[in-house]
């Protein structure tokens, strides 16, 4: 019985060394990350839901790409008090948006995106998104590191790779590096583990972060394996948002092109909702503290647009 034991014991750690050897690519067609859009973070009430896809390639300064599309998702609320947003079932799409592209380098292990609009989620130019040839004791790259409220200054260690392993994760065993980090919810900083998936991202937000978006399903295989309706309305132009000055003293002035503005609410970087404007196109915030502020635009037709500004001083 000892031997037998023992066989199974090592059969196990053949089997999860093997794992860990093997790279699940993360870019690849057919795939969709699902998001619930929350109002605020001290209301944390679901608005609506959309969905992130990869479709279709382009070449960029002879750098080849995947483009991102975001998918408006169909739902209602189904409550006494809304909003309570849910997704009708199978999923159905009312048009696409293309937001962003990205590629994929399988032989070192690195995902990098190119954002199109400013969605405050690690800058505007090409940068390392996803590194999973980490090792554990490693420090995260400075996206992730930032975006998980990384900082050297705390007590205890945050955004360093505390492990490696291969669990079951959304449907398949999956390598996954484990950190610790801060996120923001319901107003309150949560401290806590973080996972970050080898083929999908980060297990709560996925492959990319809007404010007050949260992963809710992921799956692969296709539209209808994905239990998903697409409908015929496509989006490839990237809409026509500026603000200005920015830097700003205090007044700002958001342009657009095409674009009817419901709110324009504002975030601090840890996602801490702030304030909220409607119906304006400018906005004061000298009574604001200097720093780095998000401010997210909802236009008329639910879409979100999310750009960074800076308050001097």
């Known amino acids: 019985m000892k ?3 023992l066989a199974i014991i090592v059969l196990c750690s053949l089997m999860t060394n093997m794992l860990l050897g093997q790279y699940t690519p993360m870019v690849e067609e057919g795939k969709y990350w ?3 859009d929350h109002e605020d973070e001290d209301h944390p009430k679901a608005i609506s839901g959309h969905a992130v896809t990869f479709q279709g390639d ?6 080849s790409y995947k483009k991102v599309y975001q998918l408006s998702l169909k ?12 997704f009708n ?3 159905q799409s ?4 293309l937001v962003a592209l990205i590629r994929e380098d399988t032989l070192q292990k690195k995902v990098f995106n190119l954002p199109l609009e400013n969605y405050g989620f690690c800058g505007t130019i090409e940068h390392l998104l996803f590194d999973f040839s980490l090792e554990t004791g490693d420090t995260l790259n400075a996206c992730l590191y930032d975006f998980i409220g990384a900082n050297p200054e705390y007590v205890f ?7 490696i392993k291969v ?3 959304f449907g398949k065993e999956r390598t996954t590096l484990f950190t610790t980090g801060v996120y923001q919810y319901g107003g309150l900083p949560w401290y806590g583990q973080v996972l970050i998936l080898e083929g999908v991202g980060l297990e709560k937000y996925g492959v990319f972060h809007q404010p007050l978006s949260y992963l809710v399903d992921f799956c692969e295989g296709g539209m209808e394996a994905c239990d998903l309706i697409s409908s015929n309305s496509v989006i490839e132009r990237k809409k026509e948002v500026n603000i200005f000055p920015n830097p700003t003293n205090g007044n700002l002035h958001i342009s657009t092109d095409d674009v009817e503005l419901k709110s324009i609410r504002i975030y601090s970087m840890l996602g801490v909702f702030k304030t909220e404007f409607r119906n304006t196109n400018e906005i004061d915030l000298s009574a604001f503290e200097g720093g780095v502020y998000l401010l997210e635009l909802i236009s008329e037709n639910g879409e979100r647009i999310v750009k960074k500004v800076i308050k001097e001083n």
Do not use: A, E, R
């Open 3 to 5: 031997l037998k034991s």
């Open 34 to 36: 699902i998001y619930l």
């Open 58 to 63: 382009t070449i960029v300064n002879s750098v």
């Open 75 to 86: 739902g209602y609320h189904n409550c006494q008090y809304p909003p309570c947003f849910q």
């Open 89 to 91: 079932i199978p999923y």
């Open 94 to 97: 009312q048009g696409k948006l």
């Open 157 to 163: 260690p945050l955004g360093i790779v505390d492990s």
């Open 167 to 169: 669990v079951p994760l």
